[in-house]
């Protein structure tokens, strides 16, 4: 019983661990990373999350970083939601074929888009602005985000459907009032996997903007400086990068639990 409880702590120590030397190196400065080895700070030092909270470069990134992520975790919910009603509810010619191409826009690498997306957007005026970013993203999440509702909508009776039709419910009415809320677990778990690959993608992200939606990830890799790089700021930006997706995961950890059920996660 004690090797069964051991195991699963130990496994969490050791992913852990890096987080947890990331912290520690946030509140170091970047001679004492570099001097040698050691599990605390010699010194505490606060000036690196002084300099994020206080230059607007740093902290901008964070907001430009939340205002896309945010925007396309609705839009590619907003529209893979009737998608796939579609799908889990009617048949069509080519259904599942139509249902096959859409996942295979996530089998290519960001790096393909990232010329197209740049050129398009400079020609049309959405080049460093939040909406080119979210809409980048959209190519990648929107496919995903059917996947995963399709399967919670297809574990929802159609009898449902049928009944509220039988009562006189129009569709949106039934739509909103019912049936979304038979699937919030699966609307979390799509909103979820959305915010995460908005969250972390680099690529796309840094091509896309330059000044005004520059988000955090390129603020990050522009840290060098005549001494090297600023490694206790790098650790304070990383550190306050995990905290978004921490306060994520905590309000939909039943419902990702509920995907893995249902075999969509």
Known sequence: MRMRS???????LFLMLPIYWLVAMSFKTTNEILSGFSLFPQTWTFDNYIEIFTDPTWYWGYINSIIYVTLNTVISVTVAL????????YSFVGDKHLFF??????MAPAAVFALPFFQLYSAVGLFDTHLAVALAHCLFNIPLAVWILEGFMSG?????DE???VDGYSFPRFFMTIFLPAIKSGVGVAAFFCFMFSWVEMLLSKTLTAVEAKPIAAVMTRTA???????????????LTIIPGAIVIYFVRNYIAKGFALGRV
């Open 101 to 106: 191409w859409l996942l295979t826009n996530r």
């Open 82 to 89: 009737p998608a796939a009603y579609a799908f889990s509810r």
């Open 225 to 239: 400086s005549s001494a090297g790089y600023e490694l206790g700021l790098l650790a304070a930006a990383g550190t």
């Open 156 to 160: 929802v009776p159609k009898e449902l």
């Open 6 to 12: 051991l195991v699963p702590i130990l496994y969490i």
């Open 163 to 165: 009944t509220a039709y």
